[in-house]
């Protein structure tokens, strides 16, 4: 099925989602929809079960109970469509390859076996993929020689050549400086102007109100998935953070900031 086809379909469908590391449930009894073209952060303190949650359903990890769907269809049907950007401390940036070549990875599912390597086809669309999070610049470039939210954008436009409909994003805003979080955010809201979905592991409270159209506030249960306005709400961050009084100081200065 064409992911643009009938646009009411859910990106992403989350149902009765258990997932356990060994007997501890990681996840317990998680439900959710994602309508198409949103760009939604998940938010929950340390260990609540975010990276847990984008492996589900990036199909990586086998759940207990439970079915993801990405545009109405199971999730191992549709591969193609979902694209990682994974941490960047997972990731040896150590390693001999340039910004192009890193691109064109995205392109490798797509490549048909009786193929000599990336078709004329195959460059134009990593081309056009480096320019929507403006690297084309640097697509000589050695990986090792980027910086923080240039690797982050160059994930970004692997999943672009990939295809694509899809982004799971693992903290691409963490360690990164004012001026970079502004430019992945750029990108994200491009990729979500062409009609994308983006998910988004975030961990401050601050700028989730004002990055995100809807967050999804995880420990081991799903608390709640709403707006931003809906989510931040002291009673309920109290539950889900323990009285964590740092997230409350950060809530305090969002709900100041919007009141101005
Ligand atoms: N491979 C694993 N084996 C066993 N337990 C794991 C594994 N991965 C995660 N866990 C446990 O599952 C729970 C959820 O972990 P997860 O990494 O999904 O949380 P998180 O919200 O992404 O955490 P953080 O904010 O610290 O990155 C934690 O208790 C963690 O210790």
């Not at 545009?71 to 340039?98: I, M, N």
């Not at 056009?128 to 020689?145: F, H, N, P, T, Y």
Request: proline share 5%.
């Amino acid at each position: 099925m064409s992911p643009a086809a009938d646009t009411s379909v859910p990106a992403i469908e989350v149902e009765h989602l258990t997932v356990s590391y060994g007997a501890v449930p990681a996840l317990l009894d998680v439900s959710f929809a994602i309508p198409q073209g949103q760009l939604v952060g998940i938010i929950g303190p340390n260990g609540s079960g975010k990276s847990t949650l984008i492996k589900a359903i990036l199909g990586f990890l086998r759940p207990d109970v439970g079915d993801v769907r990405i545009f109405g269809t199971p999730v191992e049907r549709t591969r193609k469509l979902v694209a990682y950007v994974p941490q960047r401390g997972s990731v040896d940036w150590d390693f001999p390859v340039t910004v192009e070549e890193v691109a064109m990875m995205g392109r490798y599912g797509n490549i048909p076996w009786w193929q000599w390597g990336p078709s004329k086809a195959d460059w134009e669309i990593v081309e056009e993929a480096l320019s929507i999070v403006r690297m084309a610049d640097l697509r000589k470039r050695q990986i090792g020689a980027l910086s923080g939210g240039q690797q982050q954008r160059l994930f970004m436009a692997r999943a672009l050549a990939q295809g694509a409909q899809v982004v799971l994003l693992d903290e691409p805003f963490a360690g990164v400086d004012a001026a970079t979080e502004r430019a992945i955010l750029n990108v994200l809201e491009n990729a979500k102007k062409s009609g994308r979905t983006l998910v988004v592991v975030h961990h401050d409270l601050a700028t989730a109100a004002e990055f995100f159209d809807a967050l999804i506030l995880l420990k081991q249960r799903l608390f709640a998935f709403g707006t931003p306005l809906q989510i931040l709400q002291p009673e309920l961050l109290s539950e889900v953070y323990d009285g964590n009084v740092r997230a409350f100081e950060h809530l305090r200065r969002v709900i100041e900031e919007k009141a101005k």
